[in-house]
């Protein structure tokens, strides 16, 4: 009795027998296939089994734990046939022939179809993506220029290689950043051959133009001597680099900017109109270039500088060139020609005593390496009684003070003075005496040092007198 109420409780839990522990043991069913997949109305049938047949009944763990696995191997099945990544189950249900082996290189790992279970399961990029790839089908590639860098770079089967340099064409910030330095410095060398070189090294293109504007615009707030140096630049540029045509267009520019220009110089109409006419004498200008703007300009400051260039070409009119429109400035003067300007200077000076009309007409020599000369000049003056003392002394000052003439400059003049007194003192006796009492003077006033003071050369105490006074000696 104990054994048949043993077995009752077990038969009643199901049609599946237990083993020792509780858990389902495995009884084969006759017909089935296997572990292989069953059609979906085998399954039916094991849910009605697991239901029984008097209807919803409480399950026991071990009944619902082989419920879960067997729904879950349902679900496999399910995706397994309706799956569109495995190709060997696709080809054998559409009947054709079974797909490549796993380990082939038509396998899985190189299959370009999507394997996140999304999309379509079209390849990606349309085929075309990938390392290694030619792109998609049908595109056709149009040719391509050779690459260095390729590793199957053939230098000598592209043909004739040709090198050349290639400078870009300057923007109009960078224009002024390139010529203005250019340009303050040949006003220091005046070498025009080497300003010619510098330009060919720069890419102009269209603004080539305003390269001469920018050198009249610079020599309008300098001085004389670069004023007459950017004519000079102005002729050359037309007959190397430039066309007459360009240089009307610089000063069409200038004539718009004068309203500009007089802020900084107030004679700029006039200057303007001495370089107009200058050019047009040294042919870098058209000669009808004054006559476009007849009756057409409204401004008065360009009405004002093209009747100064008007001017200056009837007066000239059989003058091939204007070379003293801004006169021969600085160190390109001949000697002979600054000897004589300061000699007239020292004497202008002498008779109006005016010292600050006598500086500057010293500045505007542009000369100052050679001012020992103005010093030499002005001791020479007071040694041969054309000139006071101290009114020669008082103009050594100013321009001392000033520092117009150099300590260097003004030791250089005195010193020139003392080589050749001995000369002087043949046609002016009093020379020691007097050059005694100038450098006094001047160490008082503080334009010498004690130095040079003592560097005088002392006159002899004793000399032979004519036969005329019995041979006596003088002291």
Not at 183 to 192: A, I, M, Q, S
Not at 389 to 412: A, C, F, I, P
């Amino acid at each position: 009795m104990a054994a048949s109420a043993a077995a009752a409780p077990s038969a009643e839990r199901g049609p599946f027998p237990t083993g020792g522990q509780g858990w389902p043991c495995h009884i084969p069913v006759p017909g089935a296939q296997g572990p292989g997949p069953v059609g979906a109305e085998e399954e039916e049938e094991g849910d009605e089994e697991l239901l029984g047949a008097g209807g919803p009944r409480a399950w026991t763990p071990q009944e619902k734990l082989l419920h879960e696995a067997r729904l879950k191997a349902k679900a496999k099945r399910r995706l397994r046939r309706t799956s569109s990544r495995d190709p060997a189950r696709e080809s054998l249900g559409e009947g054709s022939e079974p797909g490549p082996e796993p380990g082939s290189p038509r396998g899985r790992s190189h299959d370009r179809r999507s394997r996140t279970g999304k999309g379509r399961g079209l390849p990606k990029k349309g085929g075309a993506g990938g390392k290694g790839v030619w792109g998609a089908p049908g595109v056709v590639y149009g040719f391509q220029e050779p690459d260095a860098r390729d590793p199957n770079y053939d230098e000598a089967a592209q043909g004739d290689t040709v090198y050349a340099t290639v400078v870009p064409e300057l923007e109009e910030g960078e224009l002024e950043k390139n010529v203005q330095p250019m340009v303050l410095e040949y006003f220091e060398h005046g070498d025009t051959r080497e300003v010619m070189e510098l330009l060919r090294g720069l890419n102009l293109g269209a603004r080539r133009a305003a390269v001469p504007a920018l050198a009249v615009a610079l020599a309008l707030e300098g001085k004389a001597s670069h004023r007459e140096l950017t004519s000079r630049l102005l002729a050359e540029l037309v007959a190397r680099a430039l066309a007459p045509e360009d240089i009307a267009w610089a000063f069409d520019k200038m004539l718009r900017d004068l309203p500009d220009l007089i802020l900084d110089t107030p004679e700029a109409p006039q200057m303007l109109g001495q370089f107009m006419a200058r050019a047009v004498a040294d042919q870098a200008l058209p000669r009808d270039f004054l006559e476009r703007y007849r009756g057409r300009v409204g401004c008065e400051h360009a009405r004002a500088a093209l009747d100064r260039a008007a001017v200056l070409l009837r007066v000239q009119r059989g003058v091939t060139r204007l070379d003293n429109v801004w006169g021969a400035g600085g160190g390109q003067r001949p000697v002979k020609h600054l000897v004589k300007e300061m000699k007239l200077l020292l004497r202008e000076y002498l008779l109006s005593g005016e010292v600050s009309e006598a500086e500057q007409c010293l500045r505007e020599l542009e000369v100052p390496h050679f001012h020992h000369e103005l010093v030499y000049e002005a001791v020479l003056m007071v040694l041969e009684g054309e000139g006071p003392v101290e009114k020669m002394v008082t103009l050594l000052k100013v321009l001392w003070e000033s520092g117009l003439v150099t300590l260097d400059q003004m030791n250089r003049g005195f010193r020139r003075v003392f080589e050749e007194l001995g000369d002087i003192s043949l046609d002016v006796p009093r020379a020691h005496g007097l050059l005694e009492r100038l450098l006094e003077r001047c160490c008082e006033r503080g334009v010498v040092t004690r130095a040079l003071r003592d560097a005088c050369p002392a006159r002899g105490r004793k000399r032979f007198v004519s036969e005329g006074d019995g041979g006596q000696v003088k002291q």
